[in-house]
């Protein structure tokens, strides 16, 4: 059984950066599959933000694609997601996922809130 | 974007009801259409991919359908258990490669 993990700072700071980790079990992240990085708020809905692939491949979403960054950590099965100059607007739950395999959807973690406040 | 637009927004119904969300989406995305069903403070849950397959361990009164720009989620006879907001999302575009329907939530009358 797969099971993603997020983990994180619950609170950043205006203009800083937020930085996650999600974990991964049950699968390594250097097979063929798309990591992605999803978000929710009550304003705009879900939000999908980018994902990764196994070879390091990114692709973004426009509207965020000049403040995100993503990576893997092949060593400790992990991908990270960056956000620069993050704003209230940031603030969400945010989710990683994987592609569920010949399904072409999304198979999600737990979710980690994100505060952006001072 | 293709944007997906899902009615109601809010659905009151009893155990025992049938019930049908629509979502639409802005241009044709073919079968690649998802229904996710997430309840508070929890990850959404993959219940229909490619728009009428039944995902994993999920219930059989669950059905999906539709092709092109229209696609409904239908619950033959709604359980206690189902009492959640469902979401609707196409992956058939590159750039942004999901997106979502904003939601509708399924309340006990």
């Known amino acids: 059984q797969v099971q993603l993990q997020e983990s994180g700072p619950g609170l950043v700071k205006p203009s800083g950066t937020l930085s996650l980790t999600c974990s991964v079990s049950?699968?390594?992240?250097?097979?063929?599959?798309?990591w992605n990085w999803v978000r929710q708020s009550p304003g705009k809905g879900l939000e999908w933000i980018g994902d990764?692939?196994?070879?390091?491949?990114?692709n973004f979403n426009p509207s965020l694609e000049s403040r995100v960054t993503m990576s893997l950590d092949t060593s400790r099965n992990e991908f990270s997601l960056k956000l620069d100059s993050v704003t209230a607007a940031d603030t969400a739950m945010y989710f990683c996922?994987?592609?569920?395999?010949?399904?072409?959807?999304?198979?999600w973690g737990q979710g980690t809130l994100v505060t952006v406040s001072s | 974007d293709i944007e997906m637009t899902q009615a109601p927004s809010t659905l009151s119904a009893s155990v025992g009801d049938r019930v049908t969300i629509t979502c639409r989406a802005s241009?044709?995305?073919?079968?690649?259409l998802a229904w996710f069903q997430q309840k508070p403070g929890k990850a959404p849950k993959v219940l229909i991919y490619?728009?009428?397959t039944l995902g994993s361990g999920v219930p059989s009164r669950f059905s999906g359908s539709g092709s092109g720009t229209e696609f409904t989620l239908t619950i033959s006879s709604l359980q206690p258990d189902d009492f959640a907001t469902y979401y609707c999302?196409?992956?058939?575009?590159?750039?942004?490669?999901?997106?979502f329907g904003q939601g509708t939530k399924l309340e006990m009358k």
């Open positions: 049950g699968d390594s992240i250097v097979n063929s599959n798309w």
């Open positions: 241009q044709s995305i073919s079968y690649w």
């Open positions: 999302q196409q992956n058939n575009s590159h750039s942004p490669r999901y997106t």
């Open positions: 996922a994987r592609v569920l395999p010949a399904t072409g959807t999304l198979e």
């Open positions: 490619k728009a009428s």
């Open positions: 990764i692939s196994h070879t390091g491949t990114t």
